[in-house]
């Protein structure tokens, strides 16, 4: 009797602690996301103003991808990275905030960017968003 009584207490507690624990590593994936993306956005305006050129950064939403790329000194647009974001994680381009003319931005040589707000959510409704300033500021926020 006294197991039983053990197992219905864990089983109590396992049903109480489940939903947040799914929700925390949701919301632990989509911080990830956020954080990779960010690195990949500096490191595009590092390398722009290191090599005195435009680097571009395309977002593809049906795919759930973005490219970084620029252009040679022969004209050759060079592929820099290529990333798929993980399943649970969506660029949501239907989102009001979202402002990326074409699903588009650029970082210059003399530091500007194309100024854009990139929203990211995941499969719990939490979203964050990417606002990239025309002088080429990067900074993360909270939707409400």
């Known amino acids: 009797?006294?197991?039983v009584i053990v197992l219905f207490i864990l089983s109590i507690t396992a049903a109480a602690v489940v939903p947040n624990l799914l929700s925390w590593r949701a919301g632990m994936r989509l911080q990830g996301t956020i954080?990779?993306?960010l690195g990949d956005l500096q490191a595009a305006k590092t390398l722009?103003?290191?090599h005195n050129t435009t680097v571009a950064v395309e977002f593809e939403p049906a795919?759930?991808?973005y490219?970084?790329?620029y252009m040679n000194s022969d004209g050759q647009?060079?592929?820099l990275k290529q990333e798929t974001l993980p399943p649970e994680i969506r660029i949501d381009s239907s989102h009001p905030d979202y402002t990326l003319n074409n699903h588009q931005l650029a970082f210059t040589s003399r530091g500007g960017a194309t100024p854009g707000t990139l929203v990211v959510?995941?499969?719990s409704k939490k979203s964050r968003k990417i606002v990239i300033s025309s002088i080429g500021k990067i900074r993360t926020e909270n939707l409400k």
């Open 1 to 3: 009797m006294e197991a």
């Open 35 to 37: 954080n990779e993306l």
């Open 48 to 50: 722009a103003a290191k």
């Open 63 to 65: 795919e759930n991808q």
């Open 67 to 69: 490219q970084i790329t």
């Open 77 to 79: 647009t060079i592929a």
């Open 121 to 123: 959510s995941n499969t």
